[in-house]
């Protein structure tokens, strides 16, 4: 039952911010740009907008693009279970393993990638491979620092590693410091940032991943802008609940939630204001430099495994 | 007595780089201060080792006037002194060459001075890091010499040197701060004074001390030529004025010896003596093997010479790794062959440069008709450098190599191996340059007397040296291998 | 003098840093920020210094900290940076042996290597508890600006790699603290004037030799007189 709670609390807060963080960093690129921006409530508009509107396939299209974006925002979403954001609830079979989060994204990714195969049109299956090819190389890179925040934290539940760096000592930990590098970098390469994708672009060169949903609409397009914002926000609570996780509780009441979610809330401004800079920067980079950029995620997270073994 | 060498090299730099100073006929008036400076040092030199009560210690232990250190800057002094009158009527000819621009003469000069005062001062250190510092001077000073002249090569051959020395360098601090941590953890009270040291080593961990010499020679092993840290001493030494390599080869590469040779000295006080020992001779063959073989193919003089002095450090090495006081003594001596030979060589090479602006061997032709000087100076060069029995090198050699045989016979046949690849190098080569005629008629370029002075007065010290042993050299080899502790 | 263990916190977040700005000047490119990037690193290592002086109580540390942060953080990089901007072509781009995954690898490789063989000698030496990855991490820093020396072809970087090999040695002979203070400026003077003798070489090497000889007079004249 307090799971129940926990599921819908959970998800329904997750939705809610996820479009405010998105237009936040879009308002942090244009303010560095030197023009205003678009208003903060902008995401919002834009996906009630597309609700309203009919879904048109192409005729080439199978199931594959029909069952897609259904695919996508229910993977997240139960993604998003494995990441408390408002409270850390009590342990339940299997939700909280890294493991199954990690599997989850990748694969609502795998489906992005044969849905922009589907329309056979040469823009999404540009995408599409070019996508794999950046996930193939960040995959291993993801479970390397995963697996250096597991032996750091000393666990491999996603609750359990939010409770331990909750109940640390008051000030940072130099090793999380160091994980949390590499977490900030993983963060870029899964929300498609720049230097690694651009995510406002339409050129043909630059595409990675607005080119497999270049062909959604209407709703459809809805679902799946909303489960790119839902990913983002979640991969950012993990980076968040690691490195500062004042605010989180782990005792449910209305109090505490709140400030939890005020907390997060705020948190999370700072965090997409901070990636809206980095952003703005760097240039997106051509795509045989990305391994560079993951190397430097791999070399924090191997300090890290080092610097445990110092201590 | 410190005093008096660091206010006459003030007041001569002083009179060096006063613009009101410098009269109209600017090379000789800057060279004979260089002269002036260099036969005083020499002269304070001779009265320290004469008057001053060994060991003595100045500056609150920084510095301390030793026999070994006496000894060092001798040599140094005399080399520089005769490096001075060389330089007279070469720098002359490399202005009217424009291969030194006028301008330029006072900062060679000053440079040239300044390199003098830090190499005896690099002697007369009792503490490490002073030593340290002052063995990066000289590097600094010595590319910023090599860099005078007007060619590209050049600033590419000092800046390889620059960096290959300085980062050995930096390995050496960190060899010098673990060998200061050791002595602290030892006795509570870190030291880097070498007085200190030979008395504490022996309460020194063996392999903590081990690992930081490792380090620390590292460091002195790059600025004395050491294979595999060699790697900038061929271009330095060859594409330098042949002043500068005179320099290099002789003066510079006994520092890092005797910094080895001090730290070999510490190093035998503690347990640790015999892996040390066996590290040192290891580099030493290493050394030898390497700059015997890199010495066939050689077209250019002065690369067959540089290649000659790293094969003399390496033996240096295997000499002092061998650890008897008689190695010793006959490695210091050798220290004064090798050098005085190889400013003989050098003084040639650079008149067969002047005569025929190249160093290849192959465009020196008519070389007895043009420049017989020069070319009696690279024959009986090259015979003392391979150890022909009038010359000094022999009577080293040949008892550093009895001493080898006691220790290791393998060792002994690699070693003469390796000397016999040199003489066939040097043989082949001198065969082949000496009878060569060219078509084109050179005109003979007039060697001045600067130039031939003290060439002639080489030719005179190594026969004399390799004759009679003077009995005063004798007692201060002795005197310096026992203070050392053997 | 203070002795809490948020000091020790701190020390751990500096290295962390320092680690994180020897990670960058391996794969970074452009020669601007690979000089802001060293700045950064000189002004960590100040920082450590000043922590363990906050620590020690060892007044040559607070020296030492403040001479790194004038010569390090100030003085090269304008030097460096001056010499920069008198260089014709304006580069950007790098020419490497090892490519930048290449050399995270080795950098890898090389932590390791200096913390096996460390930990066999060096915790006996001190009783300072933060000497040990103290000097793991100085000694790597140090091999790993010597690995940039050797993998890259810009004469500015292979300069930087040098400076790169400073700071570590710095970091290690600050947990030694103790080495007398004339001792540590000697060094740190030297090492300046050699950072400024290899920049004007470096800047010889591109330019014509009458350039070259105007400029070196000027330079060297004015730190001899």
Partial sequence: MSFIIYALLNTAFVMLISPLFVSLIKKVKAYTQGRQGPPLLQTYYMLLKLLKKERVYSDNTSLIMRITPYINIVCVLVASLCVPVVYIPAQIAGFGSIILFLYLLVFAKFFMALAGLDAGSTFGGMGSSREMTVSAVIEPVIIIVFAALGLLLKTTNLYDMFTTSLNSSLFINPSTLLISLSLFIILIVETARIPVDNPETHLELTMIHEAMILEYSGSDLAMMEMSHAVKQTILMAVFINILIPWGLTSAPNALTVSISAVTFIIKGMVLAVAVGFFESMFAKSRLFRLPNLFMLAFFFSFSTILFELLK | MLLAYIISGLVIMGFMLLRFFAPARRADYLNSLAIAQSAIFLILSIASLIYIPQPSFFFSRYLMIDQLAVYGALISCGIFLLASFYARGYVRRLVELHDIEVRELRLFYAAYNLLLIVVVFAFYCNNLALFWILLELTTILSAVLIVTLNAKENIVAALKYVFTASTAMLFSIIGLIILFALTKQATGVGTLNWDVLMQQAASMSPRLFTFAFVFIFIGFAAKAGIVPFHTWLPQAHAKAPSVISVLLSAVLLNIGIFGVLRLYAVAHQTAAWHDVSLILIGFGVLTIAVAALSMLPRGNVKKLVAFSSIEHMGFLLVGIGLGTPLALFWVLFHILAHALVKTLLFFSAGILHQQYHSNQFEDMKDVFTLQPLAAWGLIVGSMAIIGVPIFPVFLSKLNILTELADYSLPVLFIILLCFLIVAAAFAVILIRTIPQTGEIKHEPYRVSVSMKLPIMFLFAGIVILGVYFPGGLHNMLVGIVNSLGF | ?225
């Fill in chain 3, 1 to 225: 003098m203070i002795n809490l263990p948020v000091l020790d916190d701190i020390t751990k977040i500096l290295f962390v840093l320092v680690l994180a700005t020897a990670a960058l000047i391996i794969t970074i490119r452009t020669l601007t920020s690979l000089l802001n990037i060293y700045s950064i690193q000189s002004w960590v290592i100040a920082a450590v210094a000043f922590v363990l002086y906050l620590k020690n109580g060892s007044i040559v540390l607070l020296l030492l900290a403040i001479l790194t942060i004038a010569s390090k953080a100030f003085l090269v990089p304008f030097v460096m940076r001056r010499i920069q901007k008198s260089m014709h072509i304006k580069r950007d781009l790098e020419f490497r042996y090892l490519t930048p995954i290449g050399s995270i690898l080795v950098g890898t490789a090389m932590i390791f290597l200096v913390y096996w063989s460390f930990s066999q000698f060096l915790p006996e030496l001190s009783s300072e508890t933060m000497f040990f990855p103290g000097a793991v991490i100085g000694v790597s820093l140090a091999l790993m600006g010597m690995m940039v020396i050797f993998t890259r072809k810009q004469m500015i970087t292979k300069i930087l790699g040098y400076l790169t090999m400073e700071n570590g040695v710095l970091l290690f002979s600050l947990f030694v603290a103790e080495l007398s203070f004339i001792i540590e400026l000697l060094i740190i003077l030297d090492l300046v004037m050699l950072i400024v003798l290899a920049t004007v070489l470096a800047f010889g090497i591109d330019t014509s030799i009458d350039e070259f000889h105007d400029k070196l007079n000027s330079f060297t004249l004015w730190f001899k007189e």
